[in-house]
Structures are given as C-alpha cells and as structure tokens.
C-alpha cells in the first residue's frame, strides 16, 4: 500500500466529520501504522512488563474514536494529537486503576533534569507526569497542548502550530517553557516525603 498523502487524510477526516462513516473504513488502514508507531512510542516509556501491549493501546484509541461523532476534523495534525491525547487518558486511567499511585507501586519519580529526559525514561511514573501536565494545562491551557502534541502525539513544532493556529516560534516558546516547568514540578515532587 503506498502512504496517503496528508491531504488524503484530512479529506477522509473532513468526510467522516461530515456523516459519512465509509470515510472511517478507509481512514482507518491510512493512519493504522502511523498510530500504531504511536502507540509503540507510549509503550517504551512504559516499566517492563506492562500488561498492555501497542496493539491493544491502538485498538482502544480506535474505540473511543469511533465514538467520536461531533468533531469538527481540521486537518491531520489535528487527528494524531487527539489520537494521541486519548492514548495518554488509556495508560493513565489503566495505571490508576492497578493503583499505581503517584509514589507508589512500582513506579518512581524521576526529575526532569535535561528537559525532556524524564520522557525517554522507562520508570517515568505516567500518573505523575499526567496531574503535573493537568496543572500545567490549568495554568497555561496552550503549553500544556504543547506538550501533549509535541511529546505524546509526536507532532512537529510545524504541525502543532497548525493545530493550535499559532506561529512555529510560539510553539517552540512554549515547549521550552513547559519543559522548564515540567522539570520544576517533577524535582518538587521527588523531595516530599523527607
């Protein structure tokens, strides 16, 4: 199968918008490797072991997409970052419900001590990650999308601009920014429990 262009997406995305549920059937097997490739990049952060595999991270993306019905699509960009947004609600609701607490269970804190290091790392605790990205979104809505698009959609400085309608150079702005506040807030966390 050759790749669908991006505009090949965003027409399918405009026509399922629209009602016509043929468009998912053929959306679908268009943007498949691209979430799944999404998927995989959640799951390497995860711990070892994890129960949850890329291909059921997917397929639960796929669920709750399809139930999706009054979205106005803009564009693919616009997908893969609400894609992406629902694939970090999944892990974070599953690590919640195996009471993987904020400081406990298996996980761990881990500073963000060179900007997006604590991403990259496996022990990440996702549930502390996820309430300081809330906080953050509570305090500045635009950087906390930032960092959902950026880090967990793997959506370009470009691409996230479209989608927020803002200039490259805000959005890069902003990830700095976020990143900043983001290793502030992690750090904070790790010293607590003295």
Same mark, same amino acid.
């Given at each position: 199968m050759? !790749?669908? /262009?991006? %505009? &090949?997406?965003? %027409?399918? @995305?405009?026509?399922? /918008? =629209? *009602? #016509? %549920? &043929? !468009? @998912? #059937?053929?959306l679908i097997p268009l943007v498949y490797n691209e979430l799944h490739r999404l998927a995989h990049r959640y799951m390497e952060r995860e711990r070892p072991g994890h129960t949850l595999q890329s291909t059921a991270l997917v397929h639960e993306a796929y669920q709750r997409l399809i139930n999706f019905k009054d979205v106005s699509w803009q564009n693919r960009a616009h997908f893969f970052a609400v894609s992406a947004q629902l694939m970090r609600r999944i892990l974070v609701d599953y690590a919640r /419900?195996? +009471?993987? /607490?904020?400081? *406990? *269970?298996?996980?761990? %804190?881990?500073?963000? =001590? #060179? !900007?997006? !290091?604590?991403?990259?790392? +496996?022990?990440t605790d996702i549930v502390a990650l996820d309430d300081a990205l809330r906080t953050l979104a509570g305090i500045d809505p635009r950087k906390g999308r930032v960092v959902e698009m950026r880090f967990f959609g793997g959506l370009s400085i470009k691409e996230t601009a479209e989608v927020l309608k803002v200039s490259p150079d805000t959005v890069l702005r902003d990830w700095r920014l976020a990143k900043v506040w983001l290793l502030r807030e992690l750090s904070q966390g790790t010293g607590d429990e003295d």
């Open positions: 050759t !790749a669908a /262009s991006p %505009q &090949d997406v965003t %027409q399918l @995305l405009m026509a399922w /918008s =629209n *009602g #016509e %549920q &043929d !468009a @998912l #059937e053929h /419900s195996r +009471r993987y /607490s904020k400081r *406990g *269970g298996e996980w761990r %804190q881990v500073p963000l =001590n #060179e !900007a997006v !290091a604590v991403f990259r790392d +496996r022990q």
